[in-house]
T-cell receptor
Framework: DAGVIQSPRHEVTEMGQEVTLRCKPI?????LFWYRQTMMRGLELLIY????????DSGMPEDRFSAKMPNASFSTLKIQPSEPRDSAVYFC??????????????FGPGTRLTVL | GQQLNQSPQSMFIQEGEDVSMNCTSS?????WLWYKQDPGEGPVLLIA?????ELTSNGRLTAQFGITRKDSFLNISASIPSDVGIYFC????????????FGTGTRLTIIP
């Protein structure tokens, strides 16, 4: 089975440009998460969706960040305008909630973003 | 954001040795997860724990959900070269909200 798919794997852009990161979750999973990983702050949750609906976006840094999930098999994370401090690895993760247990997200390979 | 205290930060061991690491929190968790991350890759789920006192194994890996619900432990027996990587714990402290808090990671290096 295919895991979580993310594209692009690497993105280099200049400050002020718009960046769009893409994610295809594991088929059948009803939760989707966007995380950011940096050396300074580790892994941070940005936003998560349940059945395509954003549930908690309190981790989104500021208005420059937005995320959408138009259908169960696709999500985007957009940064506009990008800044050098946005440089990080962005992970998408998905999970299926079992009634008796909590979630255990499966992560994609990540997108390494560099903003010059 | 909030992070769990994970220790040790790094470990240098010889192949064949056993490894122990732990994760502690100031608050109670109802779920503990352990992940391994290789360079350039996303974290891979190793073990999930859902009940205080639970002990779960995955091959040479064994993890425990502490009875205080504020800690968790991961042991690796008879380490091999492919165990090299960064191990993260993650916890969830609130049913109804699926936010995970991640530990700071333990970097495992095997000395030849």
């Amino acid at each position: 089975d295919a895991g979580v798919i993310q594209s692009p794997r690497h993105e280099v852009t200049e400050m002020g440009q718009e960046v769009t990161l893409r994610c295809k979750p594991i088929s059948g999973h009803d939760y989707l998460f966007w995380y950011r990983q940096t050396m300074m702050r580790g892994l941070e949750l940005l936003i998560y969706f349940n059945n395509n609906v954003p549930i908690d976006d309190s981790g989104m840094p500021e208005d420059r960040f937005s995320a959408k999930m138009p259908n169960a098999s696709f999500s985007t994370l957009k940064i506009q305008p990008s800044e050098p401090r946005d440089s990080a690895v962005y992970f998408c993760a998905s999970s299926l909630k079992l009634s008796t247990r909590g979630l255990a997200p499966y992560f994609g390979p990540g997108t390494r973003l560099t903003v010059l | 954001g909030q992070q769990l205290n994970q220790s040790p930060q790094s470990m240098f061991i010889q192949e064949g040795e056993d490894v122990s690491m732990n994760c502690t929190s100031s608050s109670i968790f109802n779920t503990w997860l352990w992940y391994k991350q290789d360079p350039g890759e996303g974290p891979v789920l190793l073990i999930a724990l859902y009940k205080a006192g639970e002990l779960t194994s995955n091959g040479r890996l064994t993890a425990q959900f502490g009875i205080t619900r504020k800690d968790s432990f991961l042991n690796i027996s008879a380490s091999i070269p492919s165990d090299v990587g960064i191990y993260f714990c993650a916890g969830r402290n609130n049913f109804g909200n699926e936010k995970l808090t991640f530990g700071t990671g333990t970097r495992l290096t095997i000395i030849p």
